[in-house]
């Protein structure tokens, strides 16, 4: 089973780039054991060679995630952020 709590859904997150965001919801997702603490490494990692942003109307979104050798038990961390952040497309080489 997805879990989710309150503890890993992040408003009005501040980040300055795609990292930032993956690392501070990596953080929160380890905090509550749900992955270990090298799965924001793994995640930036592999966004850099498989981008994971969507040019979504009106908002884009993005699915940053690692293979799941760093997941404890699957999970699902949203951040919905105060200012864009640009993700690469997936769809663009």
């Known amino acids: 089973m997805l ?3 309150e503890s890993t859904v992040l ?6 780039k795609c990292n930032d965001v993956i690392l501070m919801l ?6 509550q054991g749900f992955v270990s603490d090298v799965y ?3 995640t930036c990692l592999r966004e850099e060679i498989h981008p994971t942003g969507l040019p979504t109307k ?8 690692a293979d799941c050798d760093g997941v404890i038990e699957s999970a ?7 200012n864009p952040v ?3 497309n997936m769809a663009e080489p």
């Open 40 to 42: 924001g490494d793994q």
């Open 76 to 82: 699902l961390g949203v951040a919905v952020l105060k």
């Open 3 to 5: 879990k989710i709590n």
């Open 26 to 31: 990596a953080d929160a997702l380890h905090d």
């Open 86 to 88: 640009l993700f690469k």
């Open 58 to 65: 009106p908002f884009c979104i993005a699915f940053p995630h």
């Open 11 to 16: 408003l009005d997150l501040e980040a300055e």
